[in-house]
Nanobody, 124 residues
């Protein structure tokens, strides 16, 4: 079992910045993919950014078109924490942001795990 704990959300003015963090703990051998999703009121959850950390092309990223050039996903040296640096925030970025990781363990194979969500509100 893997637990994801998020932090860094809050209220920010338009044009401001926030940095979200998500740390994984528990039983896993390696994290294959780290991603951030968001869900605004009345809308479906959408992928914001994804980072390949193991297998495929490690280090490769992809972003939603609405955040490209403003948001950056990254990880730490231990590859157990995901970050989302969000710059030039606007009210359309207001949502609950969820961390998602695909982690491998001997007995379970690769499974997806979710954080509890952190609220980001962009408002003046």
């Amino acid at each position: 079992q893997v637990q994801l704990v998020e932090s860094g959300g809050g209220l920010v003015q338009p044009g401001g910045s926030l940095r979200l963090s998500c740390t994984a703990s528990g039983s896993f051998v390696v994290i294959n993919v780290m991603a951030w999703y968001r869900q605004a009121p009345g809308k479906q959850r959408e992928l914001v950014a994804r980072l390949i950390t193991n297998g495929g092309t490690p280090g490769s990223t992809n972003y939603a078109s609405s955040v490209k050039g403003r948001f950056t996903i990254s990880t730490n040296d231990a590859k157990n924490t995901a970050y989302l640096q969000m710059n030039s925030l606007n009210p359309d970025d207001t949502a609950v942001y969820y961390c998602n990781m695909n982690a491998y363990y001997w007995s379970t194979g690769s499974l997806d795990y979710w954080g509890q969500g952190t609220q980001v509100t962009v408002s003046s």
